[in-house]
């Protein structure tokens, strides 16, 4: 569970399951409030858990790519029924209220 505990690796999770390929400035605009140093540590644990891949393209400046690795894109289902479950305990607390 380590692997997608933390701040920002579900919300980094999704945006490359909507959007497939997103370079590191991508990441930063969709994701404001994170610094470059802690994208580059959640992209790179991301990574090594496999899943996700970098490809890093030979152009001048490099071009760097992320996007999911078949084994992270097993986690769609996985996070889809963690925020019906989540909406799900919301609506269970406001009627404890």
Request: charged share 30%; aromatic share 6%; net charge positive.
């Amino acid at each position: 569970m380590d692997t997608i505990l933390g701040k920002w690796k579900i919300p980094i999770i999704l945006y490359l399951l909507k959007n497939q390929t997103m370079r590191f400035s991508d990441l930063q605009k969709v994701l404001p409030e994170i610094s470059k140093k802690m994208l580059s540590k959640n992209l790179k644990e991301l990574e090594e858990d496999d899943l996700i891949t970098r490809t890093v393209y030979p152009t001048v400046p490099p071009k760097v790519e992320y996007s999911l690795t078949e084994h992270g894109k097993e986690l769609e289902d996985i996070i889809d029924s963690l925020h019906k479950w989540g909406l799900r305990h919301q609506q269970h607390l406001s009627k404890k209220a």
